[in-house]
């Protein structure tokens, strides 16, 4: 990974060694995983000196949180921004399954550390994660609410719907690679069809 990709993928981060080190983080999280990581394999990865690690981030926990938070701040953005359009509900569920699942499949190594170490946080700092989540799934469910009231889906139970139409995005990140076949676009329009189907759309 570059310094370019940590500035695209964290451009909030400042400065540049602190995004540095999260992208060493990611790497080391995803590589071994985050309770057989040490502060000096990070620091060691990102070409610092261990106590150089503790100029930017309290702890290996801090920056487990770091890259928590913006991974789920960014997809809480990007299920904002079509949630909001003033598309039918039909169209939404597409363009956000879509969005979220490439999503997923281009970060596939962050968002594999975003969506599967979040047991390792501290509770105060889980506790902000769990609620960017919240957020996440009631847009996903209001959406689908407001299929439901149009008549365009066909569901039971509003909350187990978003959930599994969220858990299908999120899984992505725990086996796509770069020798998966299918490019991120290409596999958020198969999702997006996989999802209206169960939702009882239309394709």
Wanted: hydrophobic fraction near 45%; charged fraction near 25%; avoid cysteine.
């Amino acid at each position: 990974m570059t310094v370019s990709l940590s500035a695209e993928l964290w451009p909030e981060v400042q400065p540049d060694a602190a995004r540095r080190l999260m992208l060493a983080a990611v790497e080391s999280f995803a590589d071994r995983g985050y309770h057989a990581t040490t502060t000096r394999d990070i620091a060691a990865a990102a070409g610092m000196s261990p106590a150089a690690l503790y100029v930017h981030f309290a702890s290996k926990a801090a920056l487990l949180f770091a890259i928590s938070k913006s991974g789920h701040e960014q997809t809480l953005t990007l299920v904002e921004s079509v949630a909001a359009r003033p598309d039918s509900p039909r169209e939404r569920m597409r363009s956000i399954v879509e969005d979220f699942v490439a999503w997923h499949a281009r970060r596939h190594t962050v968002a594999r550390v975003v969506q599967y170490e979040l047991q390792a946080l501290p509770p105060q700092q889980y506790a902000v994660v769990a609620d960017l989540r919240r957020r996440i799934e009631h847009l996903v469910r209001d959406v689908i609410a407001d299929g439901v009231k149009a008549g365009e889906f066909t569901v039971s139970d509003l909350r187990t719907a978003a959930r599994a139409v969220l858990s299908l995005g999120v899984d992505v990140a725990r086996w796509y690679s770069d020798r998966a076949g299918k490019t991120p676009k290409a596999l958020g329009r198969e999702y997006a069809d996989l999802v209206l189907r169960m939702l009882g759309a239309t394709v």
